[in-house]
């Protein structure tokens, strides 16, 4: 095989597409003049953040033309009246609680949904869903996880202590290891919440054919195969009866795994009892209040250290704030809890956390999923250590590393998918060194010298973790090339923009020897591949990258052994170039045969329709003394398979940041941002970039401006594009320097990790340490605790924390 | 109860469609829902975001705080609207599309319909902009996945795209 697009820059396929304004949303799925009859949902959402349902009165609805159904929980029968599904039952999710389809008796959040109208279009069905009423008995809410933890009142009344789980996990002796180190410090870090807020919300459309029996269902989903598997459940319906396919998708970065959400059984319900296609298309407010938020969460750590700054025991204690339900059980907090190790090998570690229900939205994985926490817990405390010995924050991490001849590395830990925490690969010396050489660490110090002499405040930080990246179970491929030469891909998992049309094909093309433009894929769709798990944890690369790369081998193996009947020649001695089958070192032309030949071969037909055909019927091909098909074959040119790892491949990577800081004002100016970066063979370099960009982007909001503010009494005051601060350009780096290393994985057959969420995990840690690093020769003893940080929070931190003699006063006098 | 229509006429991509749509009903809807032009996005309904953005009569606008009835009289473009007439029965790339591609400007491609209109108006403004002030051009659009290098790179290559095409 000669390798000729893996690790191009190539230009993606699907742009063409979106620029031209083609692109299939699924809000887009079945409009315009040709299309009438598509009925529109609306939902009836709580306005209380904890209250009993009296009564719900929804007789004035029924006077609204256009309006053809209303219904409320007593309407649901069967699976559907029952809590929707808790995905992800860990063991130690005691607790665990998931809400109804529409709410039974008790609201727990503003934003629970509670009836479900279908009309005409959107706007009547909001005009009805505005004339429902309903009385309620309120309840005392739970916010924050002061509220939560102090637990003078619950959110569930059968749920004590408000604590949904509690885990433990610990690798050697911490706490004695503390005890008996020469130096120890404990701090207490927060992050308060955030969410992905993909520019697309939540969308459903179904539409259920009576004919052939069949629910066909378009959603905006991270997993196609969950949600098929969840409405069927919830239905009542076959498996086989129920398609679902995940059309063009506007961005997920996590919120859209968490499934079935109660509109994607109830659109469906809806389709099936009316005999008409019904969408839902959810509305900003509505994604803010009703569908997930990650991030808020609590840490305490005590940890005790060498002369050298090494680690001989780290006892961390957290809480996990989860919302008012846990369909995607501990996931978030046991990310956190094993990736906060980083690249770093302390002598002992014990982690403990508590998941506590609060009245606010649930929280489920927003892109770094609990990493971007534990890296901020972690590298905080490297910073703290560094501090106190008066250490370059550089050699405290560098002693603490593990060493590149140490993999695999075994944590001794249990990770996410419940497999050993054990690292594959990885290089963090050389990380170190690319990343201090790219924002120019040993030079800052003269940098930060002829800033102050302007009377201005800069300052540097770093940040390093590790990202466990393709988790399992598995994902599958099905190769098929046509008898135009064409070769059709198929994987189930989804695309939310990463490119998989263009990076997957470019596996095919290598793989296969056929030009790039001949290969097709499909995503997402469970008609074409229904065995499938999803798109999260950086995994569709590591996964379904692999799975296709293997798939593609097959067919080729199918390839060679048709072709070598056909050429009579040993399947050694061919090879496979721009779809084109020749013995090597014959000229062009001599003993070849294309591919779109090979695959009329290798279907023996008895009817004919076309010139192609007429050449495989049973008249012109095969050994007159054989099957058609041999007794361990099959028809047609197609190859399929499965990848299933035994566990995680851990791709790494370093942040640093120079920062400003007002003197006066206390506004916070990025001035230099590095990546390094290390997910293992880079299958296409200007995607894994733009991946580290917009996470990046991402990281600079959640670490300077996005948070979500509930009131005391559950109100989300900041739920729209004008009060939540999602960055605009204006507000992220105008250049990011990267570098990559490359640390092949042995896992998997390409050697790669995942590189999707990588951007956004060290972004609060590595501001912290750069502001406070800016701040530290003007007010000592301010310490980043808390984040994300605001102009006015530093200005409040500096208040409190009152300023040495100024050294910028006797600079400039 | 039911409510009142309008006839209205609008004219979307030098095509003129006749419409009866009630008063209230948004110029996004009425493009997306009763045209079928779903190029164009709605990202937040509250004007915050800028996908839904089209150009009425070469002005960049919020389609989603206009209503359709008040678009009588003006000619819309919309993002199908930007290819350029080249024979071929789908068009070639506009610039601003074409230096998307190049610079790698897009990655879910939600807000792109927003940005190529914002920029393609910016263009006309001002024909050859500085980086900064390519970065100032598309600071009322929001992107959650490209983190905005590329677009600003794509506005840059846009311009140079445009003075080589005659």
């Not at chain 1, 010139?611 to 028809?635: L, N």
Request: glycine fraction near 10%; proline fraction near 6%.
């Amino acid at each position: 095989m000669t390798t000729k697009l893996f690790g191009e820059r190539v230009p993606r396929v699907e742009d063409q597409r979106f620029l031209r304004g083609k692109g299939r949303y699924v809000d887009d799925v079945l409009v315009g003049p040709g299309a009438g009859g598509v009925l529109h949902a609306a939902v009836l959402r709580s306005p209380h953040a904890h209250a009993r349902i009296v009564d719900i009165d929804v007789s004035d609805v029924l006077d609204i033309d256009g309006v053809h159904l209303v219904w409320t929980h007593d309407d649901l029968s069967g699976a559907m009246a029952e809590p929707l599904p808790l995905l992800i039952p860990h063991p130690q999710l005691t607790h665990g609680r998931t809400q109804y389809a529409l709410a039974k008796d008790e609201v727990n959040y503003v934003g629970e949904a509670i009836a479900f109208v279908v009309a005409d279009d959107r706007y009547l069905a909001e005009d009805a869903v505005g004339r429902i009423k309903v009385s309620y008995e309120f309840l005392p809410p739970v916010v924050g996880l002061d509220g939560a933890r102090g637990a003078e009142h619950l959110v569930h009344e059968d749920v004590p202590g408000n604590v949904a789980a509690r885990l433990e996990q610990e690798n050697g002796d911490a706490r004695a290891a503390i005890a008996s180190a020469p130096h120890t410090l404990s701090l207490d870090l927060t992050v308060e919440r955030s969410a992905s807020t993909p520019l697309e919300g939540r969308g459903t459309v179904a539409r259920w054919d009576p004919d052939t029996g069949r629910m066909t269902v378009w959603t905006s989903t991270q997993t196609s195969t969950g949600v098929r598997a969840a409405i069927a459940a919830k239905l009542g319906m076959d498996l086989g009866q129920v398609d679902v396919v995940t059309p063009d998708v506007g961005g997920g970065f996590g919120v859209k795994i968490n499934h079935p959400w109660p509109e994607e059984l109830l659109v469906p319900l809806a389709a099936r009892t009316l005999g008409r296609v019904v969408k839902f298309t959810e509305d900003r407010r509505e994604h803010f209040i009703s569908a997930a938020h990650e991030r808020g969460q609590q840490h305490q750590v005590e940890v005790g250290y060498d002369d050298d700054g090494r680690i001989l025991g780290l006892d961390v204690r957290f809480w996990h704030d989860n919302g008012a339900y846990t369909p995607y059980g501990l996931i978030v907090p046991i990310i956190t809890s094993t990736q906060l190790l980083g690249p770093y090998k302390p002598g002992a570690y014990r982690v403990v956390f508590e998941s506590l229900y609060t009245n606010t939205v649930m929280v489920t994985p927003y892109r770094g999923a609990g990493r971007p926490q534990g890296c901020y817990v972690m590298e905080r405390t490297m910073d703290a250590i560094a501090a106190a010995l008066g250490k370059d924050r550089t050699e405290v991490r560098s002693a603490n590393f593990i060493q590149p001849d140490e993999f695999p590395y075994d944590h001794g830990l249990i990770f996410q998918d419940g497999r050993e925490l054990e690292y594959d690969s990885g290089d963090y010396p050389a990380s170190l060194d690319k990343l201090k050489a790219l924002v120019g660490w040993d030079e800052f110090p003269a940098f930060r010298e002829e800033m102050a002499r302007e009377r201005r405040r800069v300052g540097i930080g770093l940040a390093c973790y590790v990202e466990g990246t393709g988790v399992g179970p598995y994902e599958g491929a099905h190769v098929h090339i046509e008898t135009s030469g064409k070769v059709k891909v198929a994987t189930g998992l989804t695309t939310q923009g990463q490119g998989h049309a263009t990076v997957f094909a470019q596996i095919v093309a290598d793989a296969l020897g056929v030009g790039f433009e001949n290969v097709e894929v499909v995503t997402g769709d469970t008609r074409r591949m229904p065995y499938a798990v999803g798109t999260f944890a950086s995994r569709a690369a590591v996964m379904s990258g692999s799975a296709i790369h293997l798939a593609a081998l097959r067919t080729r193996e199918k390839v060679l052994r048709i072709a070598a009947d056909a050429l009579e020649a040993s399947e050694d001695d061919l090879e496979i170039v721009d779809g084109v089958v020749s013995v090597k070192g014959t000229p062009d032309g001599t003993a070849s045969i294309d591919l779109g030949t090979v695959a009329v071969l290798s279907n023996p037909l008895r009817y004919a329709f076309d010139e192609a055909s007429k050449a495989a019927t049973q008249f012109t091909v095969g050994d007159p003394g054989k099957p058609p098909v041999a007794e361990d074959d099959e028809p047609g040119l197609e190859g399929r398979d499965f990848y299933s790892p035994e566990r995680s491949t851990f791709a790494s990577g370093m942040h640093a940041v120079i920062v400003e800081t007002d003197p006066d004002t206390a506004e916070i100016k990025i001035l230099k941002y590095a990546v390094v970066h290390d997910c293992g063979r880079l299958i296409n370099p200007m995607i894994v970039e733009g991946q580290i960009q917009g996470g990046v982007a991402q990281g600079v909001g959640g670490a300077l401006y996005e948070r979500m503010a509930y009131d005391e009494s559950g109100q989300l005051v900041n739920a729209s594009f004008m009060d939540f601060l999602m960055p605009y350009v204006t507000e992220v780096p105008a250049h990011i320097d990267i570098d990559h290393l490359e640390t092949p994985s042995p896992l998997n057959p390409l050697g790669i990790k995942g590189a999707g969420e990588a951007g956004v995990i060290p972004s609060a840690a590595v501001f912290a340490s750069a502001i406070e690093d800016a701040e530290a020769p003007y007010h000592p003893g301010l310490g980043i605790t808390a984040m994300p940080i605001s102009p006015s929070e530093l200005f409040e931190l500096r208040q409190a924390h009152p300023p040495v003699e100024p050294v910028e006063t006797k600079e400039s006098s | 109860m039911s409510e009142e229509l309008v006839d209205i006429r609008l004219t979307v991509n030098d095509v003129v469609h006749a419409l009866r749509v009630p008063a209230r009903r948004l110029l996004s809807d009425a493009l997306r829902h009763d045209l079928g032009l779903t190029g164009t996005h709605v990202g937040c309904e509250h004007g915050v975001c800028g996908a839904c953005t089209v150009l009425v009569d070469g002005r960049p606008m919020r389609s989603c705080l206009m209503f359709a009835v008040s678009a009588v009289d003006t000619e819309i473009t919309t993002v199908e609207g930007l290819a350029e007439d080249d024979g071929s029965p789908e068009g070639r790339l506009g610039p601003v599309q074409q230096a998307f591609v190049e610079c790698h400007g897009l990655q879910c491609g939600f807000c792109t319909p927003g940005f190529l209109t914002t920029i393609t108006a910016g263009l006309k403004h001002n024909p050859e902009p500085t980086e900064d002030e390519a970065r100032e051009m598309i600071a009322g659009n929001l992107c959650r996945c490209t983190g905005y290098a590329n677009i600003v790179r794509s506005v840059l290559r846009a311009a140079e795209i445009a003075s080589e095409r005659p």
